[in-house]
């Protein structure tokens, strides 16, 4: 049994993430995905949708065996418990695969790290992407954009 | 073979919709998906992602069996195709159960409507209040809420 660890925020699902999860998959025999933590997410704006919910729309993808939160606070235990042959990274998650193989290595885990190209067929590959959209689209006009002269 | 059809824009995909299709699929043994066209969408606010976005998501639902695009003009042909024992409506669809039943009818389509309840354990069971969400969160500030006197 092969197998794979895919890890993210999964904010707002959309072909780019269905694209890493199924490409996640064919590594292996299992896919065991680890969504990250409200509290963990740092390094860009906190996510729009809890946790607990963000976790049920994962594991309701067909492609996905297992889901599980990330540990609050160590984010290898939980690789250790699957103890994974491989792990994926999405095209625009900042580990770099040289200093998370490393890491792993310290830690005891043996595991592969395997970058996942970016799907590339439309725009909203990605959740920030979205985002922008939604706020070009949807913003309330402020004033200065008023055509109307007050 | 019990086939329900349950339809939907299916914007930005969240526990409130996971619920919706898993209990419309709980009502037969095949579920099938009718995902709104971009130019039908008129009773809200077009959709954030494009109609083969959408599309794709709903097929990666583990509960999903088959899922397609909408008619651009006539709803009712996919649901003649499909030809379905039960149509689902999720709790915020405009349809009444009444009138959708009686249009079927009339069409000479005889399945029974179900209307699904709402997904009451979180507060993000709608696109709408993700998106009102993500406008107050994430909005540039306004000239006039600026804290600086500037």
Chains 1, 2 share one sequence.
Do not use: C, W
């Not at 609050?72 to 994974?84: A, K, L, S, W």
């Not at 042959?85 to 890491?103: M, P, R, W, Y």
Request: proline content about 5%; charged content about 35%.
């Amino acid at each position: 049994m092969r197998r794979v660890v895919a890890t993210g925020t999964f904010d707002i699902i959309h072909p780019g993430h269905i694209y890493y999860l199924e490409e996640s998959r064919r590594l292996g025999d299992e896919l065991h995905v680890i969504v990250a933590r409200d509290g963990n997410v740092r390094h860009k704006p906190r996510p729009v949708i809890g946790e607990a919910q963000r976790l049920k729309v994962v594991q309701a993808l067909r492609m996905v065996d297992f889901a599980r939160l990330g540990h609050e606070t160590d984010m290898f235990q939980p690789i250790e418990e699957i103890n994974p042959e491989v792990i994926t990274l999405g095209f625009n998650q900042h580990f770099s695969e040289e200093e998370l193989a490393k890491a792993l290595k310290e830690r005891g885990i043996g595991a592969r790290v395997v970058r996942i190209g970016e799907y590339s067929e439309d725009l909203y590959s990605s959740t920030r992407r979205i985002i922008e959209r939604i706020l070009e689209t949807r913003r309330r006009p402020e004033p200065e954009a008023r055509k109307d002269g007050t």
